[in-house]
């Protein structure tokens, strides 16, 4: 009797440890290297950035920074100040018409939340209106200076709000290669580069970052694109 115990033990004991006891398992994601790689794959390795201006038109260099952009097939987002807009409608016309999305920085670069909320709209549907005249298109996106916007200012407009995730501080330090090293010691998949059109150093450091991240193998985007998609 004892005997058979410890011979019905003994398989019970087998029968758990086969059964509870089983190697890892692990995932391996892509294919071997005999493997084809589908297009999907490499639609998802593909490193997207955007590059965005603020406090434009500029004269001379948004202008010469358009050049630049349409040698490189490279869309941007330029959000521009209304007062700035005056006498340069040409401009921000070239900029709707080679495919730039254009967006608001308010009329005369002010922090919103330090105005009362009639003031703080006027900053925006104002800049909305001399955008809108131009380009026979409605606003759809904001970038509130120095980022800052509270929610709660009530304005008879919806637009999108854009901030960045890179800001070399082009228009405090104006030396390209300073500005180049920093955005590119910092990029990556999804950056938003903040940039300035209205400096001659901004502007060179632009379309050197471009070529730069181009040769890496980034596909330039404009900004919505992140949010909207």
């Not at 100040?81 to 006498?87: K, L």
């Not at 921000?92 to 703080?120: K, P």
């Not at 082009?170 to 950056?191: C, M």
């Amino acid at each position: 009797m004892k005997h058979f115990i410890r011979i019905t033990i003994f398989f019970c004991l087998i029968l758990f440890l086969n059964f509870h006891i089983q190697p890892e398992l692990s995932l391996e994601v892509g294919g071997g290297a005999d493997e084809p790689v589908k297009e999907s794959d490499m639609e998802d390795k593909i490193k997207r950035v955007a590059i965005t201006f603020d406090d434009g038109p500029h004269p001379v260099y948004t202008p010469r920074l358009l050049d630049g952009l349409k040698e490189r097939n490279v869309k941007a987002m330029f959000f521009l100040i209304g007062e700035n807009i005056v006498g340069r409608e040409h401009i921000v016309r070239r900029m709707a018409e080679e495919g730039h999305i254009i967006g608001n920085h308010t009329f005369h670069h002010v922090q919103l939340n330090c105005l009362n909320e009639e003031l703080a709209c006027e900053e925006i549907t104002k800049t909305n209106e001399v955008i809108e005249q131009i380009t026979n298109k409605p606003t759809e996106f904001i970038r509130p200076p120095f980022g800052a916007w509270s929610s709660k200012k009530s304005c008879p407009v919806e637009l999108f709000t854009i901030l960045w995730n890179i800001d070399p501080l082009d228009w405090k330090d104006q030396d390209a290669d300073l500005i180049v090293q920093r955005v590119l010691s910092e990029v990556k998949d999804g950056s938003v580069i903040l940039l300035h059109d209205s400096y001659d150093t901004s502007v060179e450091a632009a379309l050197r970052i471009i070529d730069a991240l181009q040769a890496e193998g980034y596909e330039f985007v404009t900004a919505d694109q992140f949010i909207l998609n």
